[in-house]
């Protein structure tokens, strides 16, 4: 039986992982989202800074040049160790139109210079006035730069260029070192919280997990025939009891205990079943058989009108039939109770010779043709049940077969073991029929609606044959289409060891 529990597939990660992962994932989206929030403040507050002090510079400069000088000439004034000094990491430039007058780069360190002509072109380059802007200069880097107007005393008609420009270097480092620290800090928080996650995720599951491995065991455990015992159970501790994977276990205990139940009362009525049968079976074999001897014996009675020998004639045959019937019951009585049969070395083809040949005699309406390796074939089985295999094969295609059927017996020997087919050219048969055709009283009509039946078949000859193959390990099997119906019986390779008979009681099917 199985209980539909889910296969886990080895490519998927248990519960608790995704659990984990999705509260790391939410941790570090939050880090993050506050990061960037953060990371967006403080640089608007460090820009807000740097542009400040910015224009202080660049208005405190403005101011002093036009109070003291007073004309372009006197610029040179500037560069004098009392000059015009940009605040740390800073510049100033003044510039008539795309002329450089004046310029002055103060490093980090205080030290001052002039500006090179790629550093002044980068500078000078179009950007809007009396607003500060982003400028990348080459090998001095990025800078906060602000251009304005102003004139001289002398000539206050002509305007002059003056930008002032604050190093982003710091800025810049500031900003990169609190990013690194925020995703340092996001890392460690998520860490902490896996590590804790897991830890707390793996004590609620463990009640959960004791239920996959239990409803693993028990779906491994064969169900479909037999008494089921006293199976496992999950174990639950009163603090697990009231959770949801408490809640779980206890449903999944009460299901198994149901389905136990259920199975041990179904294997009962089984039993009984089993046991009527087959008293029934054995009571009536000697009625049916002193029935049909008397039957024989008064038929022979000279004097006896036309009628009577006839209704005795009919008595005989139905004994027949019903003891036919017996027969077969008791046979699957038998190996539905102890299904242990011979292992011993059979000449397959020797089988198959003997069985075609009585079938010839049986039906000879039939065409009967044979396909032999030239060597003969031996396997390991119970030759009693191997030939009640293949005659109740043989007899089935015979018997629900129109005359003029082609049979064909055949024996393949490949890397499986031995395959006995019996193929035939009839009409089919119907294939709503086949999942259920190998159980007992099973009667499929023919596809196209006719009517081969024999009226003396009641269903038990593939179950029988189902029956032998499954005690002998063997596999049968049936396909079937509209002129071509063929059962397979796959015999598996055994070492010739193994022919040894078994201590169980052993079944009788000889002459059943």
Known sequence: MRLGFPKRSGARFPLRVHIVVLLCSLIVAVVGVIGVVSTTILRQNLITQAENGVF?????????????????GDLESLSGPFGLFAPPDGYYLIADGDTVLFSVYVAPDYSARNLTAAETAAI??????DETTSVSVPALGE?????TTFSLASDPDHELTFITGGGLDDTNATLRAFVLGECIIGLIAAAIAAWIGYRLVRRELTPLERVVEVADRVASTPMSSGQVADGERVPLRDEDRESEAGRVAGALNRLLEHVEVSLNARHASEESMRRFVAEASHELRNPLAAIRGYADFTITTPGLQRDVVGALARIGAESERMTTLVEQLLLLAKLDADPALRQDEVDL???VLEAISDARAAQPDHRWQLSLPPEPTVIIGDEDAIRRILLNLVGNAGHH??????????????????????????????????????????QARPQGGGNTRDATTVGLGLAIVSALASASEFVVTVDSEPGRTRFSVLMPRRPHGVGERSDAPEVDVADR
Not at 56 to 72: C, F, H, K, P, Y
Not at 143 to 147: D, I
């Open 401 to 442: 077969t129109p005359p003029g059927t082609s049979v064909t017996v055949s024996v393949v020997s490949d890397a499986r073991g031995t395959v006995l087919r019996v193929e035939d050219d009839g009409p089919g048969i119907p294939e709503a029929a086949l999942p259920t055709l190998f159980e007992r009283f099973t």
């Open 124 to 129: 000078l380059r179009p950007i809007p006035s």
């Open 349 to 351: 083809s020797k089988v």
């Open 143 to 147: 800078f906060l730069s602000l251009r």
């Open 56 to 72: 202080l510079a660049s208005d405190n400069a403005i101011g002093r040049v036009s109070g003291e000088i007073t004309s372009t």
